[in-house]
């Protein structure tokens, strides 16, 4: 660029020789410094430049200044590289800079670039270093550019080795990631220290989006759709604007430690001074549903129907895609494919299959899930004694837990000494930290459960058995988004069979704990228990007659009749039963 009222010219005097500038910084900051357009080394170059064309007799015909660019890399400074073109194309004398260091701070990039000016007939002048083509003056040169080249290497490693040790310390040493905020916080010594802070604008969002995607339920897409619609944008920059992020930032962010809490510098993680926004585990658990989203290919899903992700194929166990199809009328049918036979990856001959015949046989398996009042009020009685049972055994357990936190820490710690020390190489590190790591978290996971209110784990159980009493009309009057929650709540994996000669469709489940536990393994108790009070009611019956004969244990509504049994198959019968 050119700056026409700061760089004499005098065309008109055919005999003064021409020579062109080059100006730099290296720091963006530099390049502004003192709310000046052009900071203040800038125009300190150019007067010096100015008073070196000067004494050289020399007119300068254009200026070249890269602002805010590293002298590391001769190919990212784009002046640079507009000069070297320059004075291919024009006749030059002269290539004037205040220093070798703002040419080049590389011994290979200085090499080029003279050589490069050079070929084209340009002399390289210093105002600063005498560099010129004198036996003394090319010695000169190559001391000065090597001294350049020293000094940046040197000044890299010293800034790697300052960033090392703040990240160690837990401290930040980059710019803060959506969420936070750098500051700069004057101490009592008058010092100033750049740290990090809550950004109450964006903090609760981000928080929001990990305990969303956790779920299970949405996609990068979706949830990026409603973190929009919630207001979440970049932080301004003198370069952009505050914009809605994209997927692959979205993505970024989920996989970052530092909202657990965690610096990640080189490769290496430290345990971190900020304040997390995401507890570990819930952390853990995005970073496994990002993972087996990527393998299995379902992070783009669309179609967001109840039914995706509880239902199975019965023949080959593979999961059932939801899909739409509509008929000449413009009107749309949902049917579930197999996905082993859509994709080909088993042999399959299912065919399409109506959803709506597969939510009426969803709907009468809840029909089968139900519990009399008196076999739920002993559920619980049972479960409570548990509880306290577990209450007061979880002060022991939190003390080991918390032994092996301890020793995990003082591992990690010994790990990186022995890092810095040069003991064990860098692959090495990463390697221990990522098994101390998932040690940590397993055991964080624990102490959380230990943390649980029991008086909000009794209240969940209530409510549990509660809504085993009468799962069926719960579900009916439900809308699509709570019948998923009962679906995945209480199925693991709801498999749809097929008659091959009838074509009749049925479906069988995997229930999920402690549905399965309360659905299964307590049945014989329940039946037990609707004959007890059946001859409460008949003392007259005898036992074994019809009112207490197996025939009509197969009427007691529940669940897995086929495992029912008099209390005479019970092993053994006593009147706990």
């Not at 949902?334 to 080909?344: D, F, I, M, N, T």
């Not at 329940?526 to 009611?537: G, N, S």
Request: charged letters at 25%; aromatic letters at 6%.
């Amino acid at each position: 660029m050119s700056n026409d009222s700061a760089i004499p010219r005098v065309m008109d005097i055919a005999s003064s020789k021409t020579a062109v500038t080059y100006l730099r910084v290296s720091t963006a900051d530099q390049a502004k410094r003192g709310g000046r357009e052009e900071g203040f080394s800038i125009p300190a170059q150019r007067e010096a430049n100015t008073r070196k064309a000067t004494s050289l007799d020399a007119v300068i015909v254009e200026e070249f200044v890269d602002a805010g660019e590293s002298g590391t890399s001769a190919a990212k400074r784009p002046e640079l590289q507009r000069m070297l073109s320059y004075v291919r194309e024009h006749h030059v004398d002269y290539c004037i800079v205040h220093k070798l260091d703002r040419l080049a701070r590389s011994r290979a990039d200085d090499v080029s670039i003279h050589f490069a000016l050079t070929q084209a007939g340009v002399t390289l002048v210093s105002t600063s270093e005498n560099i010129d083509e004198t036996p003394s003056g090319m010695l000169m040169h190559g001391i000065m550019s090597s001294i350049a080249e020293f000094y940046s290497r040197n000044l890299a490693n010293e800034v790697t080795k300052g960033m090392v040790q703040k990240a160690s310390i837990g401290g930040t040493v980059s710019r803060a990631p959506l969420g936070y905020r750098n500051v700069h916080v004057n101490t009592e010594l008058g010092r100033v220290d750049r740290t990090v802070e809550i950004d109450t604008e964006r903090a609760h969002l981000i928080t929001w989006a990990f305990y969303r995607y956790s779920e299970g339920d949405p996609t990068l897409r979706s949830l990026l759709d409603e973190l929009t619609t919630r207001g979440l944008r970049t932080r301004a920059t003198p370069k952009w604007p505050s914009k809605p992020l994209t997927i692959t930032g979205l993505h970024k962010l989920l996989r970052n430690p530092y909202y657990k809490g965690e610096i990640r510098y080189r490769g290496v993680i430290y345990p971190g001074l900020h304040e997390p926004l995401v507890d570990p585990d819930t952390w853990q658990q995005v970073q496994d549903l990002l993972s087996s989203h990527a393998v299995a290919g379902t992070h783009q899903r669309t179609n967001n129907h109840y039914l995706r992700g509880s239902a199975y194929c019965g023949t080959c166990g593979s999961r059932l895609m939801v899909t739409t199809a509509r008929n000449r009328w413009g009107t749309q049918y949902l049917y579930l494919v197999c996905s082993g036979r859509a994709r080909k990856i088993t042999d399959c001959q299912r065919q399409a299959m109506s959803a709506e015949v597969i939510e009426e046989l969803i709907e009468d398996e809840y029909r089968t899930i139900a519990l009399s009042p008196a076999l739920r009020d002993s559920i619980e009685e049972l479960v409570l004694e548990d509880f306290d049972t577990l209450q007061a055994g979880s002060e022991t357990e939190r003390e080991q837990i918390e032994s092996q936190r301890i020793e995990l820490d003082a591992k990690r710690q010994k790990l990186l000494d022995a890092h810095y020390a040069g003991a064990i190489p860098l692959d090495l590190m990463k390697s221990e930290q990522d098994r101390i790591a998932g040690h940590l978290t397993r055991i964080e996971a624990q102490l959380t459960s230990l943390d649980a209110n029991f008086e909000q784990a009794r209240s969940v159980l209530a409510d549990t058995l509660d809504l085993t009493r009468d799962c069926h009309s719960a579900y009916l009057e439900a809308n699509d988004s709570t019948r998923r929650l009962f679906n995945q709540a209480f199925f693991a994996k709801i498999y749809i069979d097929e008659d091959d000669e009838t074509r009749e469709r049925s479906i069988r489940v995997d229930y999920n704990e402690p549905f399965d536990s309360l659905l299964s393994r307590l049945v014989p108790a329940r039946v037990h228990h609707e004959l007890e009070a059946k001859k409460t009611a008949h003392p007259d019956t005898p036992e074994g007659g019809s009112e207490a004969g197996t025939g009509d244990i197969a009427k007691v509504q529940g669940s897995h009749t086929d495992t029912l049994v008099g209390p005479v198959g019970l092993e053994p019968t006593t009147k706990g039963l």
